[in-house]
Each structure stands twice: as structure tokens, then as C-alpha cells.
């Protein structure tokens, strides 16, 4: 993956002010994260791995999930701040998610250090039950209205 921080830089000085930096913070399977610090909180700055196949796709469905389960169901998943699916990312070099940072630890290092309660289960568990309710109106991703093909387009979104 090849970043152009400094577009990047712009990008998240237009959308919430001075950036002071980027630091990695994790490489996985399916995407690298970079903390992004912007003064008095952090943000999080996600890019799809080049592993990824229809990066653009799956961005448009990350976020329009991310944003239909937080603001339709209250779920507590990060607020998306601004992204692109672009394959230059707006000049940044990759398809992003740019969002907010919801301090804690990672729930596979809680479990690979035994730190994971009943309580959290319990929790895990509610959530999964909450998902399982949300009525949808067909099987697959979730997009937005004008990311649909226009076969779909006067189809329910959920």
C-alpha cells in the first residue's frame, strides 16, 4: 500500500482541523490503521490492504453499515467522519475510512490476556441478538441509495 500522507494530511485538516501525525497502529488481514492525532483526541484512519479485492466496494459497505447500525440502531460503533472509495482515495492512494477513535483495548488482546469478563460476553451476546432483529429486506451488503446498481435502485436499502 502506497499513502500519500500528505493528501491525507489535507484531507483531515478540511474535515476537523490541524493534524499533528500519523502512527500506525495496526496491520491485519484486511486492513492497516494509522492513529491520527489531532490535538486534545485521536482519530483513526483506515485503509483496505492490498490483499483486498473490490477495495472500493467493501469501503462503501463499511461505512454505510457502520453509519446505518450507529445512527439508525445506536450502536456503538465509531462515527464516520469522512471517506472515499475512490481507488486514488482522493488523491491519497487507496479507498479510506477516515473516523473516530474509541479508546480501549482491542477485544482479541483482552482475550489473548484472559481479561475478557462474563459481563462482556453478556454484552457480545445482546449485541448479536440486537443484530439478528434488524428487519432488512434482502440478503448481502449494505449500501447507500446512489452506490446501488441501477437495477436496485428503487429497491428498499434495508
Known amino acids: 500500500m502506497s499513502v500519500n500522507f500528505a493528501a491525507a494530511k489535507g484531507m483531515v485538516e478540511a ?4 493534524c499533528h501525525g500519523f502512527e500506525k497502529s495496526a496491520e491485519a488481514g484486511f486492513h492497516t490503521v494509522f492513529q491520527v492525532a489531532l490535538g486534545k483526541f485521536n482519530a483513526i484512519l483506515r485503509f483496505p490492504n492490498a490483499s483486498v479485492k473490490n477495495a472500493s466496494d467493501v469501503v462503501r459497505s463499511e461505512q454505510a453499515t457502520m453509519t ?3 445512527e439508525a440502531h445506536g450502536f ?3 462515527r464516520v467522519y469522512t471517506w472515499s472509495a475512490d481507488l486514488e482515495g482522493d ?3 487507496s479507498p479510506y475510512i477516515f473516523m473516530e477513535h474509541i479508546p ?3 477485544f482479541e488482546d483482552a482475550l489473548h490476556e484472559g481479561k475478557v469478563s462474563n459481563c462482556l460476553w453478556r454484552q457480545i451476546a445482546q449485541i448479536q441478538d440486537r443484530l439478528a432483529r434488524i428487519p432488512l429486506a434482502r440478503i448481502g451488503s449494505i449500501y447507500r441509495r446512489e452506490d446501488l446498481p441501477p437495477h436496485l435502485a428503487d429497491s428498499p436499502l434495508y
Open 15 to 18: 474535515a476537523m482541523g490541524t
Open 68 to 70: 446505518f447500525l450507529r
Open 76 to 78: 456503538p460503533i465509531p
Open 91 to 93: 488523491g491519497i492512494g
Open 104 to 106: 480501549g483495548v482491542p
